[in-house]
Nanobody, 114 residues
Framework: VQLVESGGGLVQAGGSLRLSCVASGISFSLYSMGWYRQAPGNKRDLVARITSGGSTNYADSVKGRFTISRDNTKSTVYLQMNSLKPEDTAVYYC?????????WGQGTQVTVSS
């Protein structure tokens, strides 16, 4: 299983970024996918999750600003991030939930300047 994130970078507060995570080695459409983030000194927290059926849930801190989506034809999950805030600065990780197994990508850095 391989998960490869992209789309991170440096953006000013109020700006937008779209993260992508391409999965390989799995039957992508069968599994829930999630985006997590980890800031220095903090634990890794769930940002957004999308089930195989397309149901979504979000951390309270990003509701109304972030949107998770998936394209099963491309084995890709996206995170559209709008109205970014400095507190959104973190490494963002893609996760695939395969029963009791969780697969992780290598992470992509998002830095929001004030």
């Amino acid at each position: 299983v391989q998960l490869v994130e992209s789309g991170g970078g440096l953006v000013q507060a109020g700006g937008s970024l779209r993260l992508s995570c391409v999965a390989s080695g799995i039957s992508f459409s069968l599994y829930s996918m999630g985006w997590y983030r980890q800031a220095p000194g903090n634990k890794r927290d769930l940002v957004a999750r999308i089930t195989s059926g397309g149901s979504t849930n979000y951390a309270d801190s990003v509701k109304g600003r972030f949107t998770i989506s998936r394209d099963n034809t491309k084995s890709t999950v996206y995170l559209q991030m709008n109205s970014l805030k400095p507190e959104d600065t973190a490494v963002y990780y893609c996760q695939c939930e395969r029963g009791f197994v969780a697969d992780w990508g290598q992470g992509t850095q998002v830095t929001v300047s004030s």
